[in-house]
T-cell receptor
Framework: AQSVAQPEDQVNVAEGNPLTVKCTYS??????LFWYVQYPNRGLQFLLK??????LVKGSYGFEAEFNKSQTSFHLKKPSALVSDSALYFC??????????????FGKGTKLSVKP | GAVVSQHPSRVICKSGTSVKIECRSL??????MFWYRQFPKQSLMLMAT?????????EQGVEKDKFLINHASLTLSTLTVTSAHPEDSSFYIC??????????FGQGTRLTVV
């Protein structure tokens, strides 16, 4: 079965410091990986994706993620965190083998808290 | 990316009544839409896949008679929670997207059943 794991429930960083939100995946075949951000009582906003190509993917709001096949990881990073980055972050993988024709399978989410 | 409009954003209803949630794809013809449910501080769980012009596909454990899905056009899918109970209170989110692109999500609907 395909899955993603976000090992941290919460990540705390100081504003201006680099941040990393971890994600590992388990898939059969080539993974299609995504990061989304969710603000309270809102839907999910797309940040970035990896389908093929360069392992370092740049996305919205200064975020980037590195696809590491050997470690089956897709960690989300940002060089300098902002207080406004505080939100819930979800890693997801495209489900090619479920009955739902390619929906996304989500990790449990990581709450990012950036303090001034 | 695609713009997805979900309505209402919040709804409070009495136990035993039904509530309809609309998901509109404003600039993307969606033959498939996905409905998710999110409990507080938890991840999104796929409830069902809405298929334009045909029956929805429900995930295991989701009652299809309780969560009625209609996908009558390429731009509109509706989720009706029938005979709602307090345990149905949750955040419901729809999404659209093709298999080779990212998914685009509606704003979500906070349902509270009292």
């Amino acid at each position: 079965a395909q899955s993603v794991a976000q090992p941290e429930d919460q990540v705390n960083v100081a504003e201006g410091n680099p941040l990393t939100v971890k994600c590992t995946y388990s898939v059969s075949g080539n993974p299609y990986l995504f990061w989304y951000v969710q603000y309270p009582n809102r839907g999910l906003q797309f940040l970035l994706k990896y389908i093929t190509g360069d392992n370092l993917v740049k996305g919205s709001y200064g975020f980037e993620a590195e696809f590491n096949k050997s470690q089956t990881s897709f960690h989300l990073k940002k060089p300098s965190a902002l207080v406004s980055d505080s939100a819930l972050y979800f890693c997801a993988v495209r489900d090619w083998y479920g009955g739902s024709q390619g929906n996304l399978i989500f990790g449990k989410g990581t709450k990012l808290s950036v303090k001034p | 990316g695609a713009v997805v409009s979900q309505h209402p954003s919040r709804v409070i209803c009495k136990s035993g009544t039904s509530v309809k949630i609309e998901c509109r794809s404003l600039d993307f013809q969606a033959t498939t839409m996905f409905w998710y449910r999110q409990f507080p501080k938890q991840s999104l769980m796929l409830m069902a896949t809405s298929n334009e012009g045909s029956k929805a596909t429900y995930e295991q454990g989701v009652e299809k008679d309780k969560f009625l899905i209609n996908h009558a056009s390429l731009t509109l899918s509706t989720l009706t929670v029938t005979s709602a109970h307090p345990e149905d209170s949750s955040f419901y989110i729809c999404s659209v997207g093709s298999v080779n692109t990212e998914a685009f999500f509606g704003q979500g609907t906070r349902l509270t059943v009292v």
